[in-house]
């Protein structure tokens, strides 16, 4: 079975930095995208960012462009989200996801198949 971990979350003061990981334990995942959405409370979970298999093309929600940077390692079926001058409004439990998506990259949740746990991100103001 699979299972997503994330780790790297934290409390950071704006301004700050973190680097998010997320590990697949087992399979093979070629043709897999991985995605990063994030859940604040009371709020629907939103895309974040996403990467393709080969790690070629990259997509992000307008308000993290030039902050965040999602990379993969398919080496360790590991991907990273690199988090840079964070603001409070970044506070959220941040989600990685995998799904076999094509073309566009879909921002909605049930597009992709596997989950993880989450990891909480708290930036102070």
């Known amino acids: 079975q699979v299972q997503l971990r994330e780790s790297g979350g934290g409390l950071v003061q704006a301004g700050g930095s973190l680097r998010l990981a997320c590990a697949a334990s087992t399979g093979s995942f070629e043709y897999y995208r991985m995605a990063w959405f994030r859940q604040a409370p009371g709020k629907e979970r939103e895309f974040v960012a996403a990467?393709?298999?080969?790690?070629?093309?990259?997509d992000y929600t307008d308000s993290v462009k030039g902050r965040l940077t999602i990379s993969k390692n398919n080496a360790n079926n590991t991907s990273y989200l690199q988090m840079n001058n964070l603001n409070p409004e970044d506070t959220a439990v941040y989600y990685c996801a995998i799904g076999k998506t094509y073309g566009t990259f879909p921002h909605t949740p049930s597009a992709y198949t596997y989950w993880g746990q989450g990891t909480q991100v708290t930036v102070s103001s």
């Open positions: 990467i393709s298999w080969d790690g070629t093309k990259t």
